[in-house]
């Protein structure tokens, strides 16, 4: 019982410093988020606070700024934690997606149940996110967040990156895409011709004061492959490099190129050849804003970046093995786009519709040795969105997916979406 005492005693002078401390905690007025400082000198929200919001993603996916932020003693340091709780209802009928995501390449193509109802929530998002000011870096901020997409619904890693005005250092969406552009939809997955991946990167970019900008990054490789008893594909040797080029006429506004080169090797098993194949991307996209309407579209073309598009990364394209030629591998030239209008009802609702499609193209006899394999998808999305309250948004929309292999053989499936989004 002594040395309980003990050490509950010294554990009490051990927090009295802290506690001290917690005293000068005082709740922030004046802004738009629940700010608490560790000073009672801050009566007001720092500039600091502002780095939250100019720093929200791009993509209609991407959380709000957070709730709750703790600012340091000298208003130069703030930490936000948010993320929101989303609940999607799918129900699929005249033939099913065997995916939570509506993926023309995952069509249902057997005689199968022609109906199906699921329940979604693994999409909802928590973030910790950092944001200061110093010397060396400026205005930065360090972002790290995840869902609850990984094997058994565990915790599955989004972001985790530092970024200021200049640089991306980190693991984020990669550089060959245009997240401002894409569309909004309740499927997660998004159109099948959307380009979407993420990517170890360091990535620099650069603003101009006349709406110029332009950026480039080194990202690392993830060949997605089909493999078989004579080729192997396996560690990469060099990284991915895109490039891109951005005009802003004015907000909500732009235009947009870019391209990609990547190395992919490969292995020859036959004669135990270590090979190369130069990989090549390019893209075009623009979001146009037209009073209450948005419209938007993005147009991708390549060798080997099967894995960088929506759908298509679902079937191993990057780099395929030559059908009468045993060790050789290829590259199969893909293209995708999609076209989407947002109308702007009010303040608080809006709605859209979407068309997307890609597209796998046969060389050197693939399509003849593969004949039930992935040649083009296409989807269409029609939807609303309401946002009730600040936080809270519910979604409904209605989709339609065709799916067509190399053996011309058609398949489709419709499926209807209902969700709830809430912010914190």
């Known amino acids: 019982m002594n040395r309980i005492f003990k050490l509950g005693m010294l554990l009490l002078f051990a927090a009295a410093p802290f506690a001290a401390d917690a005293q000068r905690w005082g709740r922030v007025q004046g802004s738009p988020v ?7 000198n801050v009566n007001t929200a720092p500039e600091v ?73 693994s999409t909802s998002t928590l973030f910790v996110k950092l944001v200061g000011r110093s010397r060396l870096l400026g205005d930065f901020h360090v972002f790290t967040s995840g869902d609850w997409r990984g094997d058994g619904k565990t915790f599955h890693l989004l972001n985790a990156y530092l970024r200021n005005k200049y640089m991306t250092l980190g693991y984020t969406t990669g550089g060959f895409m245009d997240l401002a552009a894409y569309p909004a939809t309740v499927d997660y997955g998004g159109p099948c011709g959307m380009t979407f991946y993420r990517a170890t990167q360091l990535a620099f970019n650069l603003s101009t004061d006349w709406g110029l900008s332009m950026g480039i990054g080194i990202e690392a490789p993830d060949i997605n492959a089909t493999e078989n008893e004579s ?10 490099v895109p490039i891109y080029f951005k005009y802003q006429f004015y907000k909500n506004t732009h235009v947009r190129v870019g391209g990609i080169v990547r190395d992919i090797s490969y292995r020859n098993l036959v004669n135990g050849a ?21 419209l938007s579209g993005q147009y991708s073309i390549g060798e080997g970046i099967g894995s960088l598009i929506n759908d298509v990364s679902n079937v191993g394209v990057d780099i395929v093995p030559v059908p009468d030629n045993p060790g050789d591998m290829m590259m199969l030239l893909t293209d995708a786009w999609f076209a989407s209008v947002q109308y702007n009802i009010s303040p608080s609702m809006f709605a859209s519709a979407t068309y997307s499609q890609s597209n796998i193209h046969s060389r050197k006899g693939f399509a003849g040795a593969n004949p039930d394999m992935y040649k083009r998808g296409q989807y269409l999305a029609v939807n609303m969105f309401a946002n009730l309250s600040e936080n809270l948004q519910l979604g409904v929309e209605y989709l339609h997916g065709w799916r067509l292999d190399f053996d011309e053989h058609t398949y489709n499936a419709n499926r209807v979406n209902l969700s709830a989004r809430y912010n914190f």
């Open 231 to 240: 080729v192997s594909v396996g560690a990469q040797r060099f990284p991915n």
């Open 274 to 294: 270590e090979r190369q194949k130069v990989a090549w991307g390019g893209q075009a996209s623009a979001l146009v804003t037209l009073g209450d309407f948005h």
């Open 34 to 40: 629940t700010v608490y400082s560790f000073t009672e």
């Open 49 to 121: 606070v502002n780095i939250f919001y100019t720093t929200q993603g791009e993509y209609f996916r991407d959380p709000l700024a957070p709730r709750f932020i703790l600012i340091d003693r000298e208003g130069k340091w703030a930490l936000g934690i948010g993320g929101y709780v989303q609940v999607r209802s799918e129900f699929d009928f005249d033939k099913i997606v065997d995916n939570v995501d509506f993926l023309p390449s995952d069509i249902q193509r057997d005689n199968g149940p022609s109906t199906q109802y699921q329940m979604d929530v």
